[in-house]
C-alpha cells in the first residue's frame, strides 16, 4: 500500500468517524491504514445484519441467547453476543437487550463467584468474565473479582490439587492447566478462554496464574526444544495440541483432536506423532502473548511460524470444518492481540511467501458465508457449530477485533 493511498483511506474513514460521533475509536483504525475503506464498509455490513439476526433470537422470557426448556443454561453464548455488541460503537449498556442480557447474565452467579448453571463452569465463567469487563453497571462491576477468583481456583496449581491421589506439582501433565470443571482434565481450549476472561477484566500478565498456564502451553507444543513429554521427543512442528492427557486414566500421553501426522526428525527417521492444529495453535499463540512473553521467545517465533505456514480461512487447519468459526474467532482474537496488520506466509524451503492482509481475507470469507437472514451456520456441528446463534456471535466477534 503506497503512503498517498494510506492518507486516502485514513481520510475516509476520518470523515466516516465524524459523521457517527466516534471520532476517538475510528483514528486509532485509521492510523492502522491496513484495513482498506471498502473491506471496513463490508465489515460494517456483515455486522449489523448479524445484529439484527441476533436480536431476533434474543429469549423474550428471560433475556438470554440460545436458551432451551430442559437443557443446561449456557451464560457463555449470551456473554459472546454481549461482548460482541458492545464493541460496537453504536451500542451501549443501556440499549434494552443489552440490559436485559446483562441481567440474565448475573442471574447465574453462584455463591463461588462462578457464573454458570449447572455444567462448564469454567467455560461459560470465562466468557461471561469477558462480557462484563465491559460494563459499568454496579451489579457487573462486584461480580468481577469474584468471577476471576473463581477461575483462579480452577487451574491445576502446585500442591492445591491432586489426580488420581497424585499431587500435582510443576512436574505433572496436568500443572497449569484448566479444564471444564473444577477437577476436569485441562485442555487448551479451556485454558485460553480462562485466561482471555481474566485478561479482559484487567488480571496484571505476570500474576501467577498466567505463568503457571506457561507450563501447560509448552506441554502442549510440538517443539521438542522447550517440551519435556515424551510425545513430542524431537518434534519440530511448533504448533499446538489440545492436552496433555486425554483423561485422568490417561496422563501424560497426549491429545489431539487432528490425530497423528508422520514427522521427519533430525537424524532422518520418520516417526508418527500428535498433529497440531489450527484453532488450539492460534489459542496457545495467543495465550502466550497474554502471559506477556517477548516476540523473540522461542516458544512464540515457532506457533507463530506455524501459523505462517499453515495460513488459511477456508478451514480450520488439520480439522477441516470442524469447529471453523470457534477457529475464525480465536484467529482474530490472536492476530488483534498480536497487534500486526498482515501474515507473511512461510514456504516449505523456509522462505518468504505471499503478504496477507488478514483483517481483510477473514471479512472476504465471512461476507461469502453470511445466509440471508444475516446468520451464519456451520454444516459440521460438532462443538455446538450447528447454533447459528453460537456460530454468528463467534463471527460478529472476529470481525470487531478485525477492524477494531
Known amino acids: 500500500m503506497t503512503m498517498k493511498h494510506g492518507i486516502a ?13 466516534s471520532m476517538l475509536q475510528t483514528s486509532s483504525r485509521a492510523e492502522s491504514a491496513f484495513l482498506d475503506d471498502a473491506h471496513y464498509r463490508e465489515a460494517k455490513t456483515i455486522i449489523a445484519k448479524a445484529i439484527s439476526f441476533l436480536r431476533t433470537q434474543q429469549d423474550e422470557k428471560t433475556g438470554g441467547w440460545s436458551v432451551y426448556p430442559d437443557r443446561p443454561v449456557f451464560p457463555g453464548v449470551t456473554a ?15 440499549d434494552p437487550a443489552i440490559a436485559r442480557a446483562v441481567g440474565f447474565l448475573l442471574s447465574y452467579k453462584q455463591k463461588d463467584g462462578g457464573i454458570y448453571d449447572r ?19 454496579t ?25 488420581n491421589g497424585k499431587v500435582v506439582d510443576e512436574n505433572h501433565p496436568f500443572y497449569g492447566g ?13 485454558l485460553q478462554l480462562m485466561l482471555e476472561g481474566l485478561y479482559d477484566s484487567g488480571l496484571d500478565c505476570n500474576a501467577p496464574t498466567f505463568q503457571r498456564a506457561v507450563k501447560f502451553l509448552q ?3 510440538m517443539l521438542d526444544e522447550v517440551n519435556d513429554m515424551k510425545y513430542a521427543d524431537g518434534s519440530s512442528q511448533g504448533g499446538f495440541i489440545y492436552s496433555t492427557s486425554p483423561e485422568k486414566d490417561q496422563i501424560g500421553v497426549g491429545e489431539s483432536k487432528a490425530g497423528m501426522i508422520e514427522e521427519t526428525l533430525d537424524d532422518g527417521t520418520t516417526v508418527s506423532r500428535l498433529r ?7 489459542a496457545g499463540f495467543k495465550s502466550y502473548v497474554y502471559a506477556n512473553l517477548d516476540r523473540d521467545d522461542v516458544r512464540v517465533q515457532a506457533a507463530y511460524d506455524w501459523i505462517r505456514k499453515h495460513y488459511t480461512l477456508d478451514e480450520n487447519p488439520g480439522v477441516g470444518m470442524q469447529g471453523y468459526f470457534y477457529y475464525l474467532h480465536t484467529f482474530a482474537r490472536a492476530l488483534d492481540a498480536w497487534g500486526s496488520t498482515t501474515i507473511t506466509t512461510l514456504n516449505a524451503d523456509g522462505s518468504d511467501g505471499e503478504v496477507h492482509d488478514w483483517a481483510n ?5 465471512l461476507a461469502s458465508l453470511q445466509r440471508e437472514d444475516g446468520s451464519f451456520v456451520n454444516d459440521s456441528d460438532r462443538w455446538m457449530e450447528g447454533d447459528p446463534v453460537l456460530v454468528t456471535a463467534y463471527v460478529l466477534n472476529a470481525l470487531e477485533y478485525a477492524i477494531d
Not at 481520510?11 to 457517527?20: D, F, P, R, W, Y
Not at 497440531?276 to 492460534?282: E, F, I, L
Open 9 to 21: 483511506i485514513a481520510a475516509v474513514l476520518v470523515l466516516v468517524s465524524i459523521a457517527s460521533g
Open 80 to 94: 459472546l453476543v454481549i461482548n460482541g455488541m458492545l464493541m460496537e460503537p453504536t451500542i451501549d449498556e443501556d
Open 119 to 137: 455444567v462448564l463452569p469454567n467455560y461459560n465463567t470465562a466468557l461471561a468474565l469477558s462480557a462484563l469487563s465491559k460494563v459499568s453497571r
Open 139 to 163: 451489579d457487573a462491576v462486584e461480580a468481577i473479582k469474584p468471577a476471576q477468583n473463581f477461575l483462579k481456583g480452577l487451574q491445576w496449581a502446585n500442591g492445591e490439587m491432586n489426580v
Open 178 to 190: 484448566a479444564g471444564y470443571g473444577s477437577h476436569g482434565r485441562p485442555d487448551n481450549s479451556n
Open 219 to 221: 506441554r502442549t507444543q
Open 276 to 282: 497440531c492444529y489450527g484453532s488450539m495453535t492460534y
Open 361 to 365: 481475507d477473514l471479512i472476504d470469507k
